[in-house]
């Protein structure tokens, strides 16, 4: 039974994101995203410090039952709970700050037969651990070998990666080369495109744990990115802190493609330098390079109304329109205004 004489609080694992058409609640513990109007959310975030009896009186009376109904569902769902004042004096949020130590924690680096720094590759990892990094993602598009492949995994083991994983965008996966990626304990993930001719290999391959298909290639383009984004929501505690302060795709991540180009993702058509030619922590400590580190939705033109900002891992790189404001050159397909997706 609530108390009109209390104060509505939220747990603190719940955590209140407004929209233009409807408001989300967070559930960090389960994992899980609830809608409510945005009244309701207006009362979780505006009006916290009034009691329920207060602000029940400003409203409409044909709006309270409504709204008294809801508030009600949602203490039964232990999302809110009610304080008397003194436990709301008492009361201290968590912080939710950003905390990552290191230059950098995640690496994508591309591979061809035509890559030139093939054989510095191992230095370059190293150099990349002495800068905290600890997962690294393979992206091979070029056939170079099932030796050379062998030798680059096993330089990897020796580094501190704490986890790799390989993504075939080529034909050249063999059952050598997958059962060596997957003799690591370190491996994560072997990705091998869907339309590998080899089908007794595909079929092989999936059938053991780590392995999974791919339906195209290791995505580069905005359009596909933008259609994907409803594919990657995460909702969890140190995803949505990243998000709140940071853009989680591309924070303390650097890219190196085929042909040795320092960029932050491979879609990017400009570089900050080449691998082989200056200091690697000299450019990923520069201002320029970590700018889109910070780019968080609540900057872009579009998503700083959506309820899903918090929770979305957006590959898309931003493009920036004047002084801390960006904005996408792809929509991702939710109309913010009518709280649905049109595609």
Request: glycine residues 6%; hydrophobic residues 40%; aromatic residues 10%.
């Amino acid at each position: 039974m609530l108390d009109s004489r209390k104060y509505i609080s939220v747990f603190d694992d719940m955590k209140v994101v407004k929209g233009i058409a409807r408001t989300a609640i967070y559930d960090l513990a389960q994992g899980n995203i609830f809608f409510v109007p945005g009244i309701v959310g207006e009362v979780l975030l505006e009006k916290k410090e009034r009691t329920l009896g207060a602000i029940l009186t400003e409203l409409p009376e044909e709006e309270r039952e409504w709204l008294l109904d809801i508030i009600t569902c949602l203490a039964e769902e232990r999302i809110i709970h009610q304080v008397d004042g003194r436990e709301l004096e008492r009361f201290t949020p968590s912080k939710e700050t950003l905390f990552s130590s290191g230059l950098i924690y995640n690496a994508v680096i591309e591979l061809s037969g035509e890559s030139r720094f093939l054989d510095e590759l191992e230095e370059i990892i190293i150099e990349m651990c002495r800068l905290q990094c600890r997962y690294v993602a393979l992206v091979v598009r070029q056939s170079i070998g099932n030796h050379k492949i062998a030798s680059i995994l096993q330089q990897i083991v020796r580094t501190d990666i704490q986890e790799f994983e390989v993504i075939w965008d080529c034909y050249d996966a063999s059952r050598k080369t997958i059962e060596a990626c997957l003799a690591s304990e370190k491996n994560r993930a072997v990705i091998i495109p869907v339309s590998l001719p080899n089908k007794k290999l595909k079929e092989e391959a999936f059938a053991q744990e780590r392995v999974y298909l791919s339906e195209g290639a290791f995505i580069l383009d905005e359009e596909v990115m933008a259609a994907e984004i409803r594919n990657f929501f995460t909702v969890n505690k140190p995803f949505f802190y990243e998000a709140k302060n940071a853009n989680p795709y591309f924070f303390k991540k650097v890219s190196i493609d085929r042909s040795g180009n320092i960029k932050n993702c491979l879609s990017q058509n400009f570089s900050y330098g080449n691998i082989l030619d200056g200091s690697l922590e000299a450019i990923l400590s520069g201002h320029s390079f970590q700018e889109l580190w910070y780019v968080n939705k609540e900057k872009v033109r579009g998503c700083r109304d959506c309820e899903f900002r918090f929770a979305c891992f957006d590959m898309r790189p931003p493009r920036k329109m004047g002084h801390d404001t960006w904005e996408y050159s792809t929509s991702c397909g939710y109309d913010v205004v009518q709280g649905q997706w049109t595609r």
